[in-house]
Nanobody, 121 residues
Framework: QVQLVESGGGLVQPGGSLRLSCVASGSVRDINAMGWYRQAPGKQREVVASIASDGSTYYRDSAKGRFTISRDYAKNTLYLQMNSLKPEDTAAYYC???????????????WGQGTQVTVSS
């Protein structure tokens, strides 16, 4: 089993910055890709950024140039540096991990509990 715990959310003014962290524990060697998703009230959960095991990254268009995803394997931590924040970035942000257990067990997704980001003046 893998557990994910996010932190770093909060209230920030437009144009400000936040860094989200997601600490993984448990069977961390089974973690493949990781990513950040967000969900605003009344909207579907959407991917913000992801990072594959080979280090390749993906960003949704609205995050390109403003957000940076990174992964520290030594600390078992995933980060999302968010700069130039906008009110439309307001959402609950969730850490995601694709788990590939060794042996014949199937892959599955693991989620953190979420951290709220509010961008408002």
């Amino acid at each position: 089993q893998v557990q994910l715990v996010e932190s770093g959310g909060g209230l920030v003014q437009p144009g400000g910055s936040l860094r989200l962290s997601c600490v993984a524990s448990g069977s961390v060697r089974d973690i493949n890709a990781m990513g950040w998703y967000r969900q605003a009230p009344g909207k579907q959960r959407e991917v913000v950024a992801s990072i594959a095991s080979d280090g390749s990254t993906y960003y949704r268009d609205s995050a390109k140039g403003r957000f940076t995803i990174s992964r520290d394997y030594a600390k078992n931590t995933l980060y999302l540096q968010m700069n130039s924040l906008k009110p439309e970035d307001t959402a609950a942000y969730y850490c995601h991990a694709e788990i590939r257990p060794r042996g014949t067990l199937p892959s599955y997704n693991e989620w953190g509990q979420g951290t709220q980001v509010t961008v408002s003046s």
